[in-house]
Each structure stands twice: as C-alpha cells, then as structure tokens.
C-alpha cells in the first residue's frame, strides 16, 4: 500500500444516525451499570475479569496466545513468580505489562479526573508496555528514528516527521472540538491517529488502544470494571484491520465508518459488563431472598440452618454435581465433614421443598431464576416459600 499522509482534518460526522443510536445506547447501559449497587468483593471480581478480557485481547491482536484463565492465573501471581512455561516468557511478560499499563491509567484518571493525554503521558504509557522485554529497534518510551511497517500499511518513515506529527496528535486531542467529543468518538479517532503514525518501534497498538482506554475510563464509561475495546477488536481482528485500511485510503478523508465500528464494539463491551453486573446482582439479592425465607420458617438461628444457607451461598451460578461434594471434590463437601452421609440428602430435599434449589440429573443448582419475579417490570407471580 501506499503511505498515506497524516493529517488531523479527517471528518467525523456527528449527527450520523447509526453512529447517534450507538453513542445513546453506550450511554444508557453506562447509567445503568453504573447505578447498580455491588458489593466491594463483586466489584472486584468484575474488574478483575474485565481487566483479564481486556490484557487477553490487546496482546492477542498482536499474536499472543494467552487465554483468559492464563492471564487471570498470571496476574493473581506474585511478581517474579513464573506461571507459564520458559518457552512462553514473552507471552507472560506482555501479559503483566498490560495489567501495569491498566493500573497506570486507573491512577492517573483518578489522581486527576481531567488528566490530559500529552506526549510524556504517552511514553509512559508505551515504558510500561514495551519494559523488559527484547523488542526489534525499540527503545521504552523513545520515539523511533527508523522506518517500519504496519502489516501492509506504511507509516511515516521520518523520524523528524513522527515528532512533529506527535506534537500535533496531542494537540489535536487536547484542544476543541475534539476535546469535547463524546468519549467513545474521541477515543477511536485518537486510536485511529495515533496507530496511523506508529511513533515507537514496537507496542503502537497496544499503546493506542491505552491511550483509548484512558480516554474511555475519563469519560466515566468504565467506571465499574475495566473495560475497553481491546476485546472486541480481537475478536474482530479482521474487520478491525480493514476498517483501518479503508479509512486511510477508500474513505473520501472520511473517519466516520471507523469510530461507527469502535462505537458498535463498544456496545458489545458494555451489554457484556451489564450482564455481568446483573447476574452478580441477582446472587446479591437471592442471597438475601434466601435468608428471608430461611428466617420465617425459623431454621436461619440453628446450626442446621446455618449450614442450609452456606450451603447456596457456594453453590454459586454455576450447577454442582452432589456426587463431586460426596466424594470432596467441591468445597461444599467442608460443611459435611462432621454429619452423618444423609445430612446432605435431606438439606438438598429441605432447600427443593423451599423452592431455592433445583436438583436434576444428579447436579445442584441455585434456583436464581426465581428473582425475575421481583423486578418492577414483572408480571410473575412471586413464590410463596414453604
């Protein structure tokens, strides 16, 4: 392909109408996720899995092949602590840049909620990225002073070009209108600009969907998780490429169809996150529902009660086969320790007859289901517990 020269005048149309149906849509599943009360430990697990999601898919987009519950495995390690074989140290490295990468950004919209994205923010950002690890011609945090390749595509090759045009990008960025843009058009024109000019000599897309993340977080659109683009781009890597191509050389000088792409990925993002956050409000309140129910028949106080409520709080979401907390496989199996085999028999039958349990084919399974009824927009008939 051809260079293509980069200049800040690419239009962005804003009263688009597909692109106006995304930004509203990001807006209302933001509200609502952020309105919804969670307690600190379910916030955290959210956070850490969108934190996951999000390390495992900007470093997949450039080849990594980490799966989530390695990059989870790698960032509850202690540092200095290897979790994936020699062979994939690279791979474990570029994980845990990432994450500090992540935590960067958090601190610095949170030291100052208006943080602007300057050059020195950027290199940061691009030291910790690229920190430890042996890339080609690059150097933490320095501008290349050496022609490279992105794929097919050719950024500047000049060195004197790239420091001039990065100035520009963060003046651009920083100054109106663009300033006031809504977050999701403001961080994907900024990740389109800033991945088109390729400052540093390795990292640039891990660095621009950074410098997108942070633009994001500012703009409170992941306030409750971290979460960003990077997942939906992997999982699109194709159309993400090409969208880019086609920007640069088909568009007409037209940025619009890109940020209507990164703005229908985000939607995806925050449905995503909205359901997570649903789901781990529904345990919240069936935990809740489930000691009422308990309480009224009087069984909450006693030590078999107790066990009966224990018991659901660690079934969780997912099914548990009774012959996996019989034979010590699942951690239930510590509340039987010292009864008698039967004992969880008749628990099991006791939370069927109160309707919290659903007991088939052999596997347990929390009756969450049951708090559809207790929405407002609900016309279900409530259970009657007993």
């Not at 300033?179 to 640039?204: E, K």
């Not at 008698?340 to 088939?360: I, N, P, Q, W």
Request: charged letters at 25%; aromatic letters at 8%.
């Amino acid at each position: 392909m051809p260079l293509w020269p980069v200049r800040f005048d690419l239009r962005v149309d804003l009263n688009d109408a597909a692109l106006f149906r995304a930004l509203v849509t990001c807006d209302a599943l933001a509200r609502s996720i952020n309105g919804i009360p969670l307690p600190p430990d379910v916030r955290k697990r959210i956070d850490g899995l969108n934190i996951a999601r999000t390390v495992r898919g900007t470093t997949g987009i450039e080849g990594a092949r980490l799966t989530e519950d390695e990059v989870s495995s790698i960032l509850a390690a202690q540092a200095g602590v290897r979790v994936l074989p020699a062979s994939r140290d690279r791979e474990e490295r570029e994980a845990r840049n990432a994450a500090r990468v992540l935590a960067e950004v958090s601190r610095l919209v949170r030291d100052d909620p208006q943080v602007a994205v300057t050059e020195p923010v950027i290199r940061r950002l691009h030291v910790l990225m690229t920190e430890g690890i042996d890339y080609a011609s690059n150097e933490p945090g320095a501008y290349r002073k050496h022609a490279v390749n992105a794929g097919d595509y050719v950024p500047p090759r000049d060195g004197d070009e790239v420091r001039t045009l990065m100035m520009s990008f963060t003046n651009w960025l920083n100054a109106p209108p663009v300033r006031d843009w809504h977050p999701v058009v403001r961080a994907s024109a900024a990740h389109f600009y800033f991945i088109s000019i390729h400052p540093f000599g390795d990292g640039n897309g891990r660095t621009a969907r950074a410098i997108e993340s942070l633009v994001l977080l500012q703009g409170r659109l992941s306030a409750i998780g971290f979460y960003s683009l990077a997942n939906f781009y992997y999982q699109n890597r194709s159309e993400y490429v090409r969208m880019l191509d086609y920007t640069r050389f088909e568009s007409g000088g037209d940025l619009t169809p890109f940020v209507q792409f990164a703005a229908k990925g985000f939607v995806e993002e925050l449905e995503h996150v909205h359901a997570e956050v649903i789901a781990s409000s529904t345990q919240v309140a069936f935990r809740d529902f489930a000691r009422e129910v308990l309480d009224e028949g009087g069984e909450l106080g006693t030590k078999a009660g107790g066990r009966l409520f224990r018991l659901l709080i660690q079934l969780g979401a997912g099914a548990v086969r009774l012959q996996d907390i019989r034979l010590g496989r699942h951690p239930i199996a510590l509340l039987y320790r010292s009864v008698s085999a039967r004992t969880l028999t008749r628990d099991v039958d006791r939370l069927e007859k109160l309707g919290l349990v659903r007991f088939e084919d052999g596997a347990l399974r929390a009756r969450f289901e049951i708090m559809a009824a207790y929405r407002p927009d609900s016309d279900d008939v409530r259970p009657a517990p007993g």
